[in-house]
């Protein structure tokens, strides 16, 4: 089974800094996705990635880009980090029939 | 885009009953419904899913059903235990783009 790492669990960021979120997979997987997860709203796709230095937008990439130089690694990067961006960041390697999902970021933003 | 919403948000059932839990889709084109299981400070795991091509497929308590005319699909727990307890995740694709997620179901075990 692919093996999803993301680097930091807790996170706590000023408003206005840039935000870095790393995850490496151990699988050579083409596809690569981020997430964000909140209370009642289930998981939201924010950007995706299907090669190295492709990427696309999901549902809410407003206030995201991503960086993928290395297959193994997809970055997400808050351009100016906002209280709206406090949240759970799930980073997920796969294809259809299964996903495996990193242990997630919580990103607080103060 | 696809949009899915999941009924109920809550779910409350006693131990050896059945669970159902419903989701519907928007995008006629989507072909891959997985469901996803997550347990209190974990990730989302899957736990079984669907292609466009089936209509039902079970393994073991849980099943799940495919309505592709009326775009519904619905997940099916029978004899629950504790462990069943999560939240759980319906979710709707056509490849390759990503998974759309449904807002969840919390499942209460009541012993």
Redesign the interface.
């Known amino acids: 089974d692919v093996k999803v790492t993301q680097s930091s669990r807790y996170l706590v960021k000023r408003t206005g800094e840039k935000v870095f979120l790393e995850c490496v997979q151990d699988m050579d997987h083409e596809n690569m996705f981020w997430y964000r997860q909140d209370p009642g709203l289930g998981l939201r796709l924010i950007y995706f990635s299907y090669d190295v230095k492709m990427k696309e937008k999901g549902d809410i990439p407003e206030g995201y880009s991503v960086s993928r130089e290395k297959k193994e690694r997809f970055s997400l990067i808050l351009e100016s980090a906002s209280t709206n961006q406090t949240s759970m960041y799930l980073c997920a390697v796969g294809a259809l029939g299964g996903y495996t999902f990193g242990s997630g970021t919580r990103l607080t933003v103060v | 885009?696809e949009n899915v919403e999941?009924h109920p948000?809550t779910l409350s059932v006693q131990e050896g009953d059945s669970a159902v839990i419903k989701c519907t889709y928007s995008d006629s084109a989507s072909n891959?419904f997985?469901w996803y299981k997550q347990e209190l400070g974990?990730?989302?795991?899957?736990i079984i899913?669907i292609r466009s091509n089936v209509g039902e497929k079970k393994d073991q308590r849980i099943a799940v059903t495919l309505n592709k005319t009326a775009k519904h699909f619905s997940l099916h727990i029978t004899e629950t235990q504790p462990e069943d307890s999560a939240v759980y995740?319906c979710a709707a694709?056509k490849?390759?783009?990503?998974?759309?997620?449904?807002?969840?179901t919390h499942l209460i075990i009541q012993p």
């Open positions: 885009g999941q948000s891959y997985p974990k990730r989302p795991q899957l899913d995740f694709s490849s390759p783009d990503g998974l759309t997620f449904g807002k969840g």
